[in-house]
């Protein structure tokens, strides 16, 4: 198949390119970038007002397939991607069961390449059944198409036990992606421990929690040597020790959500809304700010969704008992450009590196450009659009967003995975 797309502004960092453009696929693959184009057959489409940027890569999303697919599945999942502008995405294995074997990951990949409108990698749990006590089958999972390593959803305990995974992730070129959580400090804390748990009187989650654990993952990075990405990041703390271990020029990244960049604690009111309970918890101004700055300054090398989908029945209940989690794909985007991008906080450029080609290089998936040869990834948005989170607007099996009724500009409007439109004119392709 020939695609031709007409007079869109491409935008791709890694050339220094921003121009307005012709761009033509054949077959999957960028076969010319230029001025007047045409083909003589295939299909033409008139992009004016629209950017077209490297496909977008979400590196942390849970798509609860399998075992729980009341919540989302990868079929929903995937098109909530697509409709959010992603070409990719890496699962998480908390599923049930459990990503920790050759089998749980050759079936996520065939389901997604059955049903998925984007494409799923996926990260093998550290340990079996994310225990934290016996070493899960790494090798067999990297052999099997695992991308990167997590016992996500809880943090590895053990020190000993963390290098171990380490070593062997660092032979199979991997990246240990760390959920930074020590479970004896954090407990049952529902909240971020200060003024708003107290006024709400519920458990406190102190930043240390997590600060702790960022300390010593970044210890036995350099102690091994491995590769080290910090998810979720939160705290100023905690970003502060990212900063000095790059500086130090260990191995070691991290991500941020939206969430934590744009929301904190004081949103949970007495209302007690449990679409703001999340893990690690929504910390303080103090945080949103260093992290605004982190990722201004490049300490930050991702901002990923951590897309947690729940059924309504699960987060219609009193906050302690309600799940953690927020969906994000079909929101990420435009928080991004609204927040970041229009206000010229951060320049389009650099939005790119956050959302397309950092995650790439981390996971070690395919690089994607507006070059000859390059598999066709596009993402393609207007950046004028207007609109109102509602109900309405999500692919994904779930409601759980905490920005309802927020008002956002830019929206994505075609999404194209090997030169084949998944979404387009805002609607998923069947």
């Known amino acids: 198949m020939a695609l031709l797309l007409k007079n869109v502004q491409a935008v791709d960092p890694q050339l220094s390119l921003n121009q307005f453009c012709d761009i033509v696929v054949r077959d999957g693959k960028i076969v010319e970038v230029g001025q007047d184009l045409s083909i003589e057959k295939g299909e033409t489409r008139d992009m004016a007002g629209k950017y077209c940027i490297p496909g977008l890569v979400d590196m942390h999303v849970h798509l609860r397939d399998p075992g729980q697919e009341h919540k989302g599945d990868i079929a929903s999942e995937t098109r909530a991607a697509a409709k959010g502008g992603f070409t990719a995405v890496c699962c998480m294995p908390n599923t049930k069961p459990t990503i920790d ?47 990167a390593f997590t016992d996500d959803g809880r943090g590895v305990q053990d020190s000993g036990m963390m290098r171990r995974v380490m070593d062997y992730a660092r032979q199979f070129g991997c990246a240990v992606m760390s ?34 654990q960022i300390q010593r993952d970044i210890a036995l990075s350099r102690l091994t040597g491995t590769a080290l990405h910090i998810q979720h990041i939160s705290t100023r703390r ?11 020029g260990l191995r070691v990244t991290c991500e941020v959500t939206p969430q934590h960049l744009f929301l904190n604690e004081d949103v949970i009111g007495a209302d007690y809304n449990t679409n703001f309970k999340v893990n690690p918890p929504l910390r303080t101004q103090d945080d ?143």
């Open 101 to 147: 074997n050759a089998d749980v990951v050759e079936y996520v990949l065939k389901r997604a390449a059955e049903v998925g409108k984007c494409r799923v990698h996926v990260a093998g749990a550290c340990t079996k059944g994310l225990q934290g006590i016996e070493l899960s089958e790494m090798g067999d999972m990297r052999a099997h198409g695992a991308v």
């Open 179 to 212: 959920h930074c959580q020590d479970e004896g400090l954090v407990g049952k804390g529902q909240v971020n421990e200060g003024v708003v748990s107290t006024r709400l009187g519920m458990a406190g989650w102190p930043a240390e929690g997590e600060e702790l």
């Open 238 to 248: 905690g970003l502060d020790l990212v900063r000095a271990a790059k500086a130090e």
């Open 288 to 430: 949103n700010e260093a992290l605004i700055e982190g990722v201004i300054d490049g300490t930050i090398d991702c901002i990923v969704t951590d897309h947690a989908p729940h059924a309504p029945w699960e987060k219609d209940c009193e906050f302690e008992e309600a799940p953690f989690g927020m969906i994000g794909l079909e929101t990420s985007l435009a928080l991004i450009w609204t927040q970041l991008v229009e206000p010229g906080v951060i320049h389009l450029n650099r939005m790119i590196e956050l959302m397309a080609i950092n995650p790439r290089c981390i996971l070690g998936v395919e690089k994607i450009s507006f070059v000859e040869g390059s598999t066709a990834d596009f993402t393609i948005f207007d950046p004028e659009a207007k609109w109102t989170v509602d109900a309405d607007c999500f692919a994904s099996k779930s409601l759980n967003s905490p920005f309802m009724g927020a008002e956002l500009t830019g929206r994505v409007t075609d999404v194209y995975l090997d030169g084949y439109a998944t979404l387009q004119d805002g609607e998923i392709v069947e």
